[in-house]
């Protein structure tokens, strides 16, 4: 069944209606929705069409490779999958499938700290994985929870920052979203009206493993998915702040990464915390609603700490959409829905086949580019639409 519809697939825009057909809707809304009217999450996309490309010819490009190098590791290819909460709840043991996919790829995958597989088994069966933490604002908690993250043997840790505070819920509520799920008969509807998910995931899930737990969320285990009276922690994460980091980089000897840095000062002063790396992103439109694209700011940052690895997410669904990013400097491009879309639809095959179209892509567009190497690619590569209509 899989494999007649991955025949349908041929670019990451056609996962989201399959996997809106697989899910039930308070799932499929916590991928899909962005905060407030989701004017960063429209904005994420389209300002890739604020860049035009620039190719040029007679280059010979019979020897393209698009390999990369991130903190002294080679992968294959420029592009990763990032952090999504719940993945195991999307499809049977999603977490992994997404993880030991991207390692089958050889491509950078980072293991949310809202998942629900141990992310002790997830290291050992993926073992270049990076993890994502959301760390509260207390010390203690943060090296408990740091020293956990090491001794499960992940080398590289990416310290979310743009979430201080919980986003405003009202697209989840619509849908019938809570964390955790709260039990009701629309709920039930939900899953019961999806018997595919329902007895493919939820049910196969329960029986082999039991009720899922959100296991990462701090250094102890922490509330079911579904519960009407548990709580998540949140606590103190409004106390968060470039101390907290400072202390972080002390405790984690690790490759240490910032993710949602959007301003090229905030930039300066986690390069000279010690930080190894930076993920511009607004978080994939979830965050403060008309949060300036990542795209947007993206090259100001990388010009602001030049040296540095500075990576972005937010918007790419092509192959193209990743070699305007690197011209503009980033060395990784991370993507998040479309492989969360692509496990609900079909499990790990549909990651690797979601991770080939975006291979094949970049492949074919390196040569339409006249390039063989993606470190050929600069500024003179792309140019801002407006650029145009000034010279006019």
Known sequence: MSQRLLKR??????????????????LFSYIRNGAD??????????????????????EGVADRQQGIELFGEQYS????????????????RGDLALMQSAQAANIPAVLSG???????????????TWFQAYLPGDAGRVVELV?????????????????????????????????PLRPSLRLAWDGISRPAWLFGTFARTLLQHGMPHFENWRAERGAPILSASVQRDFVARDHLNWQHLRQIRDLWKGNLVIKGLLRWQDAVIARDAGVDGIIVSNHGGRQADCAVSP?????????????????M???????????????????CV????????????????????AIQILHDEVHRNMALLGINALDELDASFVRHVNSFRAAD
């Open 37 to 58: 009217d989701e004017t960063s999450l429209q904005m994420n996309r389209s300002a890739f069409s604020d860049y035009v490309l620039l190719p040029r010819m007679l």
């Open 295 to 311: 795209l947007h700011v993206l090259r100001e940052i990388c010009q602001a700490v030049p040296g540095m690895v500075v990576m």
């Open 77 to 92: 290819s420029p592009f990763g999958i990032s952090p999504v909460g719940l993945g195991a709840m999307y499809a049977y």
């Open 147 to 179: 020293n956990r993250i090491r001794n499960a043997g992940f080398k590289t840790l990416v310290v979310t920052v743009d979430l201080p505070v919980m986003v405003n819920p009202e697209n989840y509520i619509r849908n019938g979203f809570s964390s």
């Open 313 to 331: 997410d937010g918007g790419m669904r092509r192959g193209s959409d990743i070699l305007k990013a690197r011209a503009l400097g980033a060395r």
């Open 334 to 353: 991370f993507a998040g829905r479309p492989f969360n879309y692509a496990a609900a639809v079909a499990g790990a095959a549909g990651v690797r086949h």
């Open 114 to 128: 809202a998942s629900l597989i141990p992310m002790e088994e997830v290291a050992k069966a993926a073992p270049r």
């Open 9 to 26: 697939i041929h670019a990451l825009r056609d996962l989201e209606a399959l996997a809106r057909q697989k899910l039930p809707r308070p």
